[in-house]
C-alpha cells in the first residue's frame, strides 16, 4: 500500500500541502539500473465528470509498450493551475496499482519542480510512490528563460529568480520546446538525458505519446 493523504482539500490546503511535501522532494539521482521507463497521462470523460488515468511501460531499450493499465475514478478536483496533481494523481496511483511490474523511472506529462512551490505532479507522483519521476511538460507554468538553441537535444535553463527549476528543451529541431524538470530522485541533467533518451522522431517522448494515446482512447 503506497501512502497517501486526503484529496478532499480546499484550494488553499492543497497548496499548503504541496509547500510541506516538496521539503521530501530528493532532486539528486538516486537510480538503480533502468529497465522499464512509463508513462502517465490523464484523461477525461462524461463531460469532464470521469478521470481516466493511463500508464504505459515501455522496455528502457528499445522504447516498445510491454505493459499497461488504466483506471477510472470520479473528477474530485477542479481544474486549478498549480493544483493538477490533486486532479489527477489519485487516478494515476489506481493505474500504477494495476501493473504487474512497477517501473524503475516515471515520466509525467506536466511540471516537476518548475513550479511556484517546486511540487508539480511529477514530484507528488514521486514522493507517494517513492520512485523516480521526471516532469515533461508541453507549456511553462512558471519561471523564465533566455533564447533555447535550435538543434536537437540542446537546452537552456529555466530560471525562477536566481534559481534553475528546470530546463527548456529542444526535443526536435524547428519545433517547440518541452518543458523539463526533475520529479523525485532525479537530477535536472539526468531528468534531460532520459527526455531525449525516450525521444525518437516526434516532439514528445515515446512514454508520453503511449500514455496519451491510451488516456485519450485514440
Known amino acids: ?4 493523504h486526503d484529496w478532499d482539500l480546499s484550494p488553499g ?3 499548503a500541502l504541496q509547500k510541506r511535501l516538496a521539503r521530501q522532494v530528493v532532486t539528486r539521482d538516486d537510480l538503480e539500473q533502468v529497465q ?3 508513462g502517465v497521462d490523464a484523461g477525461f470523460e462524461d463531460g469532464g465528470a470521469t478521470t481516466r488515468g493511463a500508464i504505459v511501460t515501455l522496455d528502457a531499450i528499445t522504447l516498445e509498450p510491454v505493459e499497461s493499465a488504466v483506471a477510472r475514478r470520479p473528477t474530485g478536483f477542479p481544474y486549478i493551475p498549480g493544483l493538477l496533481s490533486f486532479r489527477e494523481v489519485p487516478v494515476l496511483l489506481d493505474a500504477l496499482a494495476r501493473l504487474e511490474t512497477r517501473p524503475d523511472l516515471l515520466l509525467c506529462d506536466g511540471q516537476g519542480t518548475a513550479h511556484p512551490r517546486r511540487f508539480g505532479i511529477a514530484c507528488h507522483l514521486g514522493v507517494l510512490t ?3 519521476t521526471i516532469g515533461v511538460a508541453k507549456s511553462r507554468l512558471c519561471g523564465e528563460h533566455g533564447p533555447v538553441p535550435e538543434n536537437r537535444g540542446e537546452w537552456t535553463p529555466l530560471y ?3 534559481e534553475i527549476i528546470g530546463a527548456v ?3 526536435r529541431k524547428d519545433v517547440r520546446p518541452l518543458y523539463v524538470s526533475p520529479g523525485h530522485r532525479v537530477s535536472l541533467e539526468t531528468a534531460v538525458a532520459w527526455t531525449m533518451h525516450c ?3 516526434y516532439r514528445l517522448p515515446e512514454t508520453t505519446r503511449h500514455a496519451d494515446r491510451l ?3 485514440r
Open 1 to 4: 500500500m503506497m501512502p497517501t
Open 130 to 132: 517513492g520512485l523516480p
Open 36 to 38: 522499464r521507463v512509463a
Open 199 to 201: 525521444t525518437t522522431r
Open 215 to 217: 488516456a485519450s482512447r
Open 169 to 171: 528543451l529542444r526535443t
Open 160 to 162: 525562477d529568480g536566481d
Open 13 to 15: 490546503d492543497a497548496r
